[in-house]
Every structure is written in structure tokens, then in C-alpha cells.
């Protein structure tokens, strides 16, 4: 390889041009939810509710409305409605500012409004 000081740092070069716009546009466009208003401590961990929310409002579902097990939910001596109306939307009203600000992101349409009537906004 007679051109080896050309083609290496033309191959850099183009490998940084090519990926710029993933590394770049990754820490700028990320959803920033609003926080709840009410102060309130939430069923579970941040992170474990931004990556399985849906496992565990799946779960509830079922509980509820197949087997008839309404019992609250219960996290460290606090009761939690097994509900996406009465126990999540309780805390964060605002659908628009907190679910669609991360739905939108990830081009996902969740089901959750074929059964639920969708909050209305607040002006």
C-alpha cells in the first residue's frame, strides 16, 4: 500500500461525515417529559418505567379486568389504583406534555386510547 498516509485519513474522515448526523443528533432531539405536579413518588424507578411501563400496565390490565384483582397497588406503604386513568394520569395530567412527548419520539401509537377516553387538555 503505496497510499496508505492518503487512504487512511481519507477513510477517517469519511467514516466522521457519514456518522455525524447519528452522533450528533442522538443528545438534542431526546423527549423531555414533564415531571408531575403533585409530588408524589412514582410505583417504580425512572428507568425501569421509561423501558417496561407498558409490561407493567399490560400486567395491571390483566389483573383487573381478567381475573377481577383490584387491589391497589402498594409500594412502600403507598396505594396505587391499578388504573391508567385513576392511578398514572393522576399524577401526570397533562397527556400532551408527558406520554405524547415520548410517544411522538418514538413513532409508537399506543392502544391505550382505543378502551381509555383521552384527557382533555388543560389550558
Known sequence: MYDAGKIIPGLVVFVA????????????DLPKPEK?????????????MRKDHMVLLNKWRD??????????????????????MLGCLNCHEDKKKFCDE??????????????????????
Open 17 to 28: 461525515l457519514v456518522t455525524f448526523p447519528i452522533w450528533r443528533g442522538v443528545a438534542d
Open 36 to 48: 408531575p405536579t403533585k409530588a408524589r413518588q412514582c410505583v417504580t424507578d425512572t428507568a425501569t
Open 63 to 84: 389483573e383487573a379486568l381478567r381475573t377481577g384483582d383490584r387491589t391497589p397497588f402498594v409500594v412502600e406503604g403507598k396505594k396505587y389504583k391499578k388504573s391508567l
Open 102 to 123: 415520548c410517544h411522538v419520539y418514538a413513532s409508537v401509537r399506543p392502544y391505550c386510547w382505543d378502551c381509555h377516553y383521552e384527557p382533555k387538555e388543560k389550558f
